[in-house]
């Protein structure tokens, strides 16, 4: 990456030859402001090839599947990526834009991703102690996990793709994208940071999900980059001298090793090593009867699921294919009516409190359990310090609930039953001991008068 006053490499793998679809010249164009040395060499850009892969409805956020099933519309992931060349000593992006133009006009984003931690991917911490100093990119440590059913194809086509998911992540003392033209044939991805301070890395990689027209075989259109640059007095934008075509046929669906995308859920009682042996073999009675009552009265017979008992908590993971929007929406309602009805009558120290936890992800059934990052995910947030302190400081209250930001984006924001957006407040999950940092909400349930 770059230093205060010149670009330094990247700690991201080049695109390899059989990656790209073209080398492009940066030329100046517009005013610039020169210095009084030679003229400005055009700066060599490399275009990836984009990978296209296809998403099915089911897999689509709820609110695109919506639309999917009302437009008769088919959608496709899309990566895209582009590396700069290092400038001479002393000078440095200042930022740089990728734009996408669609050939077909009735083709749109539907989705843009700014990074892939919006797309629903996370990643291993990286160099958390600066090891280049404060002034250069922390990057992840390794390979990202799924953490959505788009996050999970993408994981799958990106195999022929090494590094390509590294890219998409989010680095440390770099901007963030500022993404353009959801719903629109021509869009794209800019990296600028207004107060001039953060550095606009070489290496570059972007996410969109495509509505395409019924039919589609191929997906064809141009690319174009642009970047400013300073250096001294030096100050110039410049821009790719043609645009890049491309024309790419899709390929079949991509294997996610036989596991899938599914909802998981955590529950955990509050106070129940205190309780003597008794009293905690009604409240494991009381926590089976209830969760079974609440995924019931989301539409989730018990026949679909196989919980996992832990004593003063129990594990779920929900069936493939289920309405998140429909299902998370009356899970809450049940699990607030049905814990309101338990506790009536009973004296405080009796009354069930519960911590629940959602998360999505890739995972499946193994020898001893289910596996996959959202399985651990979900324990994370479940026992973390902003659900805890959220129903010590209630007594009243009979539950609280902690989600990720990728599963609120994708179905609380976009609802229009309890619980609304409007319930949750965001948190952040900090575990260093666990090595795990994760943005989510919290929702805090009725007490006994709600």
Known sequence: ??????????????????????????????????DGGPATAPIPVRCGRPLLYPVPVRDLPVYLRRRAEATGGSYVGALFAFDLDALPRGQRYTAACFEVTLADVRALAARLDGDGGALGLTYPAGDAGGALGPTYPTYPAGEAEPASATAAHVVAATRTRPGWLRRLASRAATPRAHVFGIHRHEFGWTYEDPRGELLVPRAHGMHALLELPAGTTRVAGTLDVRVRVAGGRERYSAGLRESVRFDETLSPGCPVDGAAVRLCMAADVSGYSRRSTAAAEQVQRDLVALLSLARRA???????????????????????????????????????RHLRELNAGREPADRLRLRVALHRGLVKAAANGWVGVAAVAVHRILDSPPLREALAARPAVDFVLGLPDVLFQDVIAHATRPPLPADFAPVTVDLPAKDFVEHGWLYVGPGETG
């Open 1 to 34: 990456m770059t230093g205060p006053d010149d670009q330094r490499e990247d700690a991201v793998d080049e695109l390899r030859e059989a990656d790209l679809l073209a080398h492009g010249e940066l030329v100046p164009t517009g005013d610039r402001t020169p």
């Open 298 to 336: 989301a539409g989730v017979s018990d026949s679909d699921v196989t919980p996992q008992p832990q004593g003063d908590g129990q594990f779920t993971v929900l069936p493939v294919g289920i309405d998140e929007a429909v299902v998370i929406s009356r899970l809450v309602r049940g699990l607030e």
